[in-house]
Nanobody, 127 residues
Framework: QVQLVESGGGLVQAGGSLRLSCADS????????MGWFRQVPGKEREFVAT????????YYADSVKGRFTVSRDNAKNTVYLQMNSLKPEDTAVYYC????????????????????WGQGTQVTVSS
């Protein structure tokens, strides 16, 4: 059973930065596409960013493009989300997720393509 544990969330002022981390307990982390998603109460979980197994390909939601950067360190079984120029509308619980299998592609990003999820970390951006 794969376990994903996010960390790095918190409260930050608009314009600030946060770096989220997600540690994967699986032995085959480096073979899977990873993704970041977010959710606010009363709304569906939405895509933020994905990264291919090698880290060579990434894809972002239009709302975060140019502000967020996804990366991974396969030697550490960890995926990161660097969030800069944060806005109040970025406030949400952020989840990392692992592709259902080794064929899961980074694009197009579909929530249903990701079967293992972390517990989430709260990001709150004050205005």
């Amino acid at each position: 059973q794969v376990q994903l544990v996010e960390s790095g969330g918190g409260l930050v002022q608009a314009g600030g930065s946060l770096r989220l981390s997600c540690a994967d307990s699986g032995r085959t982390f480096g073979s899977y596409t990873m993704g970041w998603f977010r959710q606010v109460p009363g709304k569906e979980r939405e895509f933020v960013a994905t990264i291919s197994w090698s880290g060579g390909n990434t894809y972002y939601a239009d709302s975060v493009k140019g502000r967020f950067t996804v990366s991974r360190d396969n030697a550490k079984n960890t995926v990161y989300l660097q969030m800069n120029s944060l806005k109040p509308e970025d406030t949400a619980v952020y989840y990392c997720a692992r592709g259902n299998n080794q064929r899961t592609r980074y694009y197009p990003p579909r929530v249903t393509d990701f079967g293992s999820w972390g517990q989430g970390t709260q990001v709150t951006v004050s205005s």
